[in-house]
């Protein structure tokens, strides 16, 4: 007899499952400031290490009846894999370039950006929730970007800004292409970087305590996409980005610990009014979302 979780069960693993994924995901700061690598290099060898993973991953979880659907990507699959990779390497180097804080605060905007492009460029319509928190974020970002003026960070911020932008697209991609297998469309990306470092840069010229710093970091990016796609399976989307949105605080609470980095002010006053956004969003969504399934349940008695 086959051996089932129940409805209440599988919630807390989703919980577990999206709340591990969280954790890994805010340790990208700490993996790339901890080594003395350059950007390209660290994408290369994360970029191995990462694909390697996932690439076991998705074969274990493929579809038996269809195996070649889990691996073909086509030109959408191709797409996602470029943008990416290119996301990925201006991640890394934005944090050689500025606070965790900033960057990690930054990225958080991603899904009011896209929301933003949607509307502008696709003339998706957008909810009035996601128009005023997007405002808000803006005016968050601009209060991090603009502490740094005449400093020597604003050029992370830049990437960070444009790394977001690409991340973006990225989400617009996802959502756009739902037949296109994304966790293998991530693996593959991340070994294109692996073969574009051996263009750019000397992955060989790192030392062992760097490799095996930039080998973890590639581990832990692996384990984060697997872990947040199989607890992603088993949460409503409100409630794994509710949860995924505690990535900034931690991500800037390790990089105080571990680094010693104590962000400006000004970065402080800034992404304490994008998480004040980004978790007002959030909880609003779950919310609607459970008074939803209460209504359904309460008409259906």
């Not at 740094?148 to 989400?171: E, K, P, R, W």
């Not at 710093?213 to 399976?233: D, H, M, N, P, Q």
Request: glycine fraction near 10%.
């Amino acid at each position: 007899m086959a051996f089932r979780l129940s409805s209440d069960t599988n919630h807390v693993l989703g919980i577990l499952l999206i709340a591990a994924s969280t954790i890994f995901f805010a340790l990208a700061g700490i993996f790339t400031k901890a080594t003395s690598a350059d950007p390209w290099t660290i994408a290369c060898w994360r970029g191995l290490f990462g694909a390697l993973a996932i690439g076991i991953y998705v074969y274990v979880r493929r579809d038996r009846m269809a195996p070649r659907s889990s691996f073909a990507l086509g030109w959408r699959g191709w797409a996602l894999a470029l943008v990416g990779g290119g996301s990925s390497v201006l991640f890394i180097v934005s944090f050689k370039y500025t606070y965790v804080a900033n960057v990690a605060v930054i990225y958080a905007t991603v899904p009011f950006m896209a929301a933003g492009i949607e509307w502008l460029v696709l003339r998706q319509p957008a909810r009035s929730q996601t128009v005023v928190t997007a405002v808000v974020c803006l005016l968050g970002v601009l209060v991090i970007v603009g502490g740094n003026l005449g400093g020597g960070h604003l050029f992370g911020d830049a990437l960070a800004l444009v790394m977001t932008f690409g991340c973006s697209i990225y989400l617009i991609m996802v959502r756009a292409y739902r037949e296109t297998p994304v966790v293998w469309a991530a693996a593959v990306g991340a070994f294109l970087l692996f073969v574009a470092g051996w263009v750019v840069t000397d992955p060989l010229a790192i030392s062992a305590c760097d490799f095996m710093i930039v080998a973890g970091f590639g581990l832990s990016f692996a384990a984060a996409s697997i872990l947040w796609t199989e607890g992603g399976r088993l949460l409503p989307a409100s409630e794994a980005g509710l949860l995924g949105a505690a990535e900034v605080p931690l991500a800037i609470l390790f990089g105080w610990l571990i680094l010693t980095e104590a962000p400006p002010l000004q970065s402080v006053i800034g992404g304490a009014i994008v998480l004040c956004a980004v978790f007002a969003h959030a909880g609003r969504d779950v919310l609607r979302q459970r008074n939803g399934v209460a209504m359904v349940e309460e008409s259906s008695r």
